[in-house]
């Protein structure tokens, strides 16, 4: 029945052609070679059966991410073993279970982070990856929030030090690693500028509690953030790169922390003088890989992340949604910077 047998990260992907009525199938979105969004391809393979301590879930939303298009396309540090599946975090619901499974039941609205797979309509986990959310997340907010938040609380918990009233400068703050930067920071003290390329991401990240916004279109970065930040401005949180880089680390007061965290537009050059003459420090943010060599830390700020938002003290924003099968469409608008906020994959086939 089967013409392709692959693993991908240790997990095997059964391509079915013309497999038996009495087989469990699904629908997932396969890379076969690393290159182009536009390759995607939809496929029907196998559903893993439901072993001891799993459970099938029907996935509700995926997440998508910029990392994701990255990864697709061989950009990305890190490179996936072909064939492969995209889509690491999704809400689902439970709709089968092992008989030994005591964390979830039949029915349950869950979170849970995939790691791989989640651009599919179902998918197959052991209990322990498998998180209740909160009532007051929708499943794009809920399938959308991990990435963004974690890398925000891992950049101000663990990387740079903030203290409840500093000024913070927020790149590329209307995307969804931004804003939820803006979010965060916020709910710790911290008086944020928002700096964005259009009105709707700059009104985005003043809802989400930024003080003032900067549009990096038509404003001098540097001048505009120590004008607003009456020339103290403590941290930088930069998602972004570019060339907008190096104005964000002039704008920094002497002894300022500036927060690498992406290089969405380009990987930046930054003038070692100015760090070493104002006492200014740089420190890189790399959640991910942090991540995969601190599992159970990590599952510790997952969960105190979904507590502040369960109290209603964070806010993932209501993500744009795409039908699955357009995921390279959702690819290449978030590539071109054409989203405010998240966007989620909602199955369609």
């Given amino acids: 029945m089967c013409s392709d047998d692959a693993y991908m990260y240790g997990t095997r992907v059964t391509l079915a052609t013309g497999a038996s009525s009495t087989v469990a199938m699904m629908k997932t979105l396969l890379v076969e070679a690393l290159g182009s969004v536009d390759d995607l391809k939809i496929v ?15 996935i509700l939303a995926c997440g998508l991410n910029y990392v994701d298009a990255l990864m697709i396309e061989g950009k990305y540090q ?3 073993p072909v064939p492969y599946r995209p889509g690491s975090e999704v809400v689902g619901r439970v709709v089968e279970v092992a008989s030994d499974v005591t964390r979830a039941k039949v029915g349950d609205r869950v979170f849970a982070p995939v790691g791989i797979g989640g651009f599919s309509n179902e998918a197959v986990l052991h209990e322990s990856r498998v998180i209740p959310i909160p009532a007051n997340l929708t ?9 963004s938040y974690l890398t925000a609380w891992f950049a101000f918990n663990f990387r740079a030090s903030l203290v409840k009233g500093d000024t913070m400068l927020v790149l590329g703050a209307g995307g969804g690693v931004g804003l939820a930067g803006v979010d965060l920071a916020v709910s710790m003290g911290v008086r944020v500028i928002a700096a964005a390329s259009s009105e709707e991401k700059r009104q985005l990240a003043l809802n989400h509690g930024a003080f003032a916004v900067i549009d990096t279109t038509t404003e001098d970065v540097k001048v505009r953030a120590r004008e607003l930040a009456d020339n103290q401005l403590d941290l930088v949180y930069d998602p972004v790169g570019g060339e907008l880089a190096e104005q964000a680390l002039r704008a920094l007061a002497p002894g300022g922390q500036y927060m690498v965290v992406g290089f969405v537009g380009g990987i ?21 890989a942090w991540m995969a060599r601190n599992q159970l830390e990590n599952s510790k700020i997952l969960m105190e992340v979904l507590d502040e938002i369960s109290q209603g003290k964070l806010h993932p924003v209501e993500p ?9 469409q959702a690819l290449h608008d978030m590539q071109d910077r054409k989203i405010a906020g ?3 994959l909602i199955p369609d086939f």
């Avoid at 003038?271 to 943010?285: D, M, S, Y």
Wanted: net charge positive.
């Fill in 320 to 328: 744009v949604t795409y039908p699955m099968s357009s995921a390279a």
């Fill in 268 to 288: 930046p050059r930054l003038p070692a003088n100015h760090i070493l003459l104002t006492n200014r420090t740089v420190v890189g943010v790399d959640w991910g």
């Fill in 44 to 58: 029907e393979m196998e559903t893993p059966k439901v072993g001891a301590g799993h459970v099938k879930i029907e």
């Fill in 139 to 147: 499943d794009g907010q809920g399938a959308t929030f991990m990435q």
């Fill in 78 to 80: 890190i490179k996936p």
């Fill in 342 to 344: 998240k966007v989620a």
